[in-house]
T-cell receptor, first 112, second 111 residues
């Protein structure tokens, strides 16, 4: 069966520090991969999605970047965190958006 | 453009009462529709989905949803709410390579 792993679960980082969040999927090949963010009390904001290795689509220009170095690995990064980067980050995968997503358990990022 | 509207930001119901969460969508073709639930601090869990066929779909945890093409709606229902149903609920429509989510409805359940 397919599983999705996301880590760390919580993270507290100072302003200006770098960020790396990792998401991996098991049990499937060539998944579509997604990064979402939820700010406090807000809905889901799509940040990036990828339909294949090295293929990244950015939905919202901001202080973050994404990479897909392997088929089932999706990484969210920042060189210098801002206070506004705080939020709940969710990774998800699908075989095609019309089939729905499976979400990871999320990372709570607090920038201080 | 594709969009999803969840008109109710917050809903409060008493335990044992019936529940209906509203969802309206805008999509040019036959929609693929989903409802997800998110407990505090957790990821999203799929409750149910509609692709085609019977317009009343059954999901997990006793939830059901009805697709009404004429009203562009996909409302979520449950006949008797339990305290453990308190969570945030998201409606979504399938788009090219990605889902379009509504802003969510936060459900509170009074004992």
């Amino acid at each position: 069966s397919q599983t999705i792993h996301q880590w760390p679960a919580t993270l507290v980082q100072p302003v200006g520090s770098p960020l790396s969040l990792e998401c991996t999927v098991e049990g499937t090949s060539n998944p579509n991969l997604y990064w979402y963010r939820q700010a406090a009390g807000r809905g889901l904001q799509l940040l990036f999605y990828s339909v294949g290795i090295g293929q990244i689509s950015s939905e919202v220009p901001q202080n973050l970047s994404a990479s897909r170095p392997q088929d089932r690995q999706f990484i969210l990064s920042s060189k210098k965190l801002l206070l506004s980067d705080s939020g709940f980050y969710l990774c998800a995968w699908s075989t095609g958006a019309n089939y729905g997503y499976t979400f990871g358990s999320g990372t709570r990022l607090t920038v201080v | 453009a594709q969009s999803v509207t969840q008109p109710d930001i917050h809903i409060t119901v008493s335990e044992g009462a019936s529940l209906e969460l509203r969802c309206n969508y805008s999509y040019g073709a036959t929609p693929y529709l989903f409802w997800y639930v998110q407990s505090p601090g957790q990821g999203l869990q799929l409750l149910l989905k509609y692709f085609s066929g019977d317009t009343l779909v059954q999901g997990i945890k006793g939830f059901e949803a009805e697709f009404k093409r004429s009203q562009s709606s996909f409302n979520l229902r449950k006949p008797s709410v339990h305290w453990s149903d308190a969570a945030e609920y998201f409606c979504a429509v399938g788009g090219y390579n990605k889902l379009i989510f509504g802003a969510g409805t936060r459900l509170a359940v009074h004992p």
